[in-house]
């Protein structure tokens, strides 16, 4: 299994371009997730997925949209890129809750994204 | 509203001797806690998780974590630090009592160990 994989692994956008960041996983988890990390501020969640076709806001969502058309997928998307939005992205998936208990997430490597 | 906090930015510690990397919480009703670590340019691996049970938890790489109720704080320790561990932790507790199971995540803690 690969696990979580994200493209690209890193990118430079110009101020007001648009781009899409891809997450795959091959574990069959019901549950994705987009952070992003910033210095001194750890990880903070964008928007998640609780399954293939619904997505939710998580704590920063503004200027970002999303979309989990298949299962595998989870689409994190940049319509006008500003500065601010630099930053490393981190996907993240797991499998349903099991009974009385929370499973761990497992993250992919993460995208360096630069603004200029 | 939920939340956790390392006090600590950057834990030095030598080769060999134990190390304790700090985190509080605050949550409503019972904490489910989890530490991972992020090795430079990569993305964060799971530690060991406190859901119920046993106050010490033992997780990977010989690290373990102990819950303590009264303080609210399930730290991070090991009892002889290698090289190899140098990386940044986080804690992480679980936000919410719905079924999305949002985790929030604290600033995170640079351990050194130095040779």
């Known amino acids: 299994n690969a696990g979580v994989t994200q493209t690209p692994k890193f990118r430079v956008l110009k101020t007001g371009q648009s781009m899409t960041l891809l997450c795959a996983q091959d574990?069959?988890?019901?549950?994705m997730y987009w952070y992003r990390q910033d210095p001194g501020m750890g990880l903070r969640l964008i928007h998640y997925?609780?399954?293939?076709?619904?997505?939710a806001k998580g704590e920063v969502p503004d200027g970002y949209n999303v979309s989990r058309l298949k299962k595998q997928n989870f689409l994190l998307g940049l319509e006008s890129a500003a500065p601010s939005q630099t930053s490393v992205y981190f996907c993240a998936s797991r499998p349903s809750a099991e009974a009385g208990g929370y499973n761990e997430q497992f993250f992919g490597p993460g995208t360096r994204l630069t603004v200029l | 509203a939920q939340s956790v906090a390392q006090p600590e930015d950057q834990v030095n510690v030598a080769e060999g001797n134990p190390l304790t990397v700090k985190c509080t919480y605050s949550v409503s009703g019972n904490p489910y806690l989890f530490w991972y670590v992020q090795y430079p340019n990569r993305g964060l691996q799971f530690l060991l998780k406190y859901i119920t049970g046993d106050n010490l938890v033992k997780g990977s790489y010989g690290f373990e974590a102990e819950f303590n109720k009264s303080q609210t704080s399930f730290h991070l320790k090991k009892p002889s630090a290698l090289v190899s561990d140098s990386a940044l932790y986080f804690c992480a507790v679980r936000a919410g009592m719905d079924s999305s199971y949002k985790l929030i995540f604290g600033s995170g803690t640079r351990l050194l160990v130095r040779p």
């Open positions: 574990m069959n988890h019901e549950y």
């Open positions: 997925s609780v399954g293939e076709g619904t997505t």
